[in-house]
């Protein structure tokens, strides 16, 4: 099978709760390695991305060790690799929470771009990381002329970024074209709340999308951390003689394991280990444990540097 990922890749400092520093590459190569490690032999993995010029020879050295990886669609371009310092506290509840720093991010990635690798495609995982990876034109798309599998991560188009480089949620306007353009759509408990000035409950969104817009989105994840995933899918069902679709929901415990290291790109393992089996069996529940299982484990790796560890 071949594989497009389509996003971009930043420079990540994580600052942990004990004030220690750890720095390494991240973004889109958190779904673009673990999917390479996770296919079986003979799949191919081509991402589509916009690499800066300062850390695309090192960056390149990096997918060289995976050869599955495609990387013909990685364009280098002059502008500088976004810098992404992420803030992780944990406060007297333990619940946890991350502030976001951020440089620029690089040009956004026209269709052109990517219509020749989407071409005999089985499955395209397209991950928001910066918000502004494509454009929602872009999205429709490649929606129009491509009709296999498409999972979506909405991840940063529900982020704005300050004067000052610090990141928060915001509303995104055009919520329902982006989650009505891919097969299956993830996002987090932060950006499903913020995404709808009007909804603010994951059941709400959730029935707009698959049932009220009558689209053919096949199920809406929203990742909850150390609480699992919520997951919701539309299915028909009778009363009094009438047929009528109502909403499935699925919630998925977390595996959490004592060797906890760094939640960093476990929301974009997810999405990939996800795409993977989804695309081989068609089960959303079965994929959904899948992706539950492999993105917990990635909790206990430190960095791009092991996902090799997934397999």
Known sequence: MKYVVIGEPCVDVIHRPD????????????????????????????P?????????????SILNKYPNIDYSGVYKVKHPTRKVNLFYNTYNSGKS?????????????????IEQFISGADAILINMISGEDITLETMKQIR??????????IHNLVMRTNTDGTREHTNLENWRE???????????????????RMMKTDYEVAEEILIKLKSNVKG????????????????????????????????????????????TGCGDVFASSFLMDFSKNGNFRKSLHFATRIAS???????????????
């Open 178 to 196: 982006w989650c009505t353009s891919a097969d299956t759509v993830q996002m987090n408990e932060f950006e499903i709340s913020s995404m709808s």
């Open 220 to 263: 809406v994840i929203v990742t909850r951390g150390k609480n699992g995933i919520s997951a919701f899918t539309r299915k028909e069902k009778s009363f009094g003689g009438e047929k009528f679709f109502d909403l499935e929901r699925e919630e998925i415990n977390a595996i959490e394991s004592p060797h906890f290291v760094d939640s």
């Open 97 to 113: 929470a991350r502030i976001e720093h951020s440089t620029d991010p690089t040009y956004t990635i026209p269709y052109d771009s």
């Open 48 to 60: 589509v991305m916009n690499l800066g010029e300062d850390e695309y020879a090192n960056i390149i």
């Open 19 to 46: 004030e220690s520093k750890h720095y390494g590459y991240g973004g889109i190569l958190y779904s673009l390695i673990s999917l390479s490690v996770l296919v079986p032999k003979g799949d191919s993995v081509f």
């Open 297 to 311: 484990f990635n909790a206990t790796l430190s960095g791009i540097d092991e996902l090799y560890k997934l397999r």
């Open 144 to 153: 129009s002329n491509f009709r296999g599998l498409i999972h979506t991560d």
